[in-house]
């Protein structure tokens, strides 16, 4: 097996035959967290210049919209929809809300796409995986069409052989079936496949509840939860290089 490093208390993993490996896109590709801070930003000056709302007004109505969204629309692709949420926080500004929306959508990942790049090691991992005969994918929780946007503006595209959303899936992670969409268009078994992904509960949580091996990437050098199950845990992507 490609893997050698750490390992939770009840890890007792194996070498195994892995046929496919999937992926998390954000925050395990690529940094969404310092990009999505740059978009906000862009999204204040649009609200300070065209509207003449102070940054501040703009950013707290953005956020008070997100959160109405992922409550009012849970585990759904819809409540990352950057059209809905800037529709939402228009209206709660009392603004424009009809077709107004585009534009802060276009500001907020016009922005975000041009400030991204893979993390150190994705592009070499995915290379080497590929060069193997390894199927790769991506299962990852959010609207379709910006997904592709992403891969496409990380240069990750030829590597890939499956990719699954929300949108597509009806669910997000941690329910299974998402996982296990994905595992059906690489023609893979639960256990011939792995899931890198850096959230503690909805990757490495769904993937062992699909049966995947779970592969935990803790870029923050988070406190490891106990768990009654066997994961990994990467601090990089070059780890497994």
Known sequence: MWYNGQCNKNCEVTAMAVKAVLFDLDNTLYDFSSAHRLALRALAEYGQSRFDVPARRFLLAYQQADKQLKTELPYVAACHNRVIIAQRMLELLGLPSVVTPLELYETYWGTLL???????????????????????????????????????????????????????AGVEKPNPKIFRDCLRKLHAEPNEAIFIGDSFERDVCGAHAAGLIPFWLNTRMAAAPETGFAYKELRSLNDLL
Do not use: F, N, W
Not at 115 to 144: F, S, V, W
């Open 114 to 168: 041009r400030a991204i790049k893979p993390y150190p090691g994705a592009a070499e991992l995915l290379g080497r995986l590929h060069d193997q005969g390894i199927r790769i994918g991506i299962c990852t929780d959010m609207t379709a069409h910006i997904q592709h946007r992403k891969i496409a503006a990380l240069g990750l595209a030829s590597c890939l052989d499956a990719m699954v959303t929300s949108e597509e």
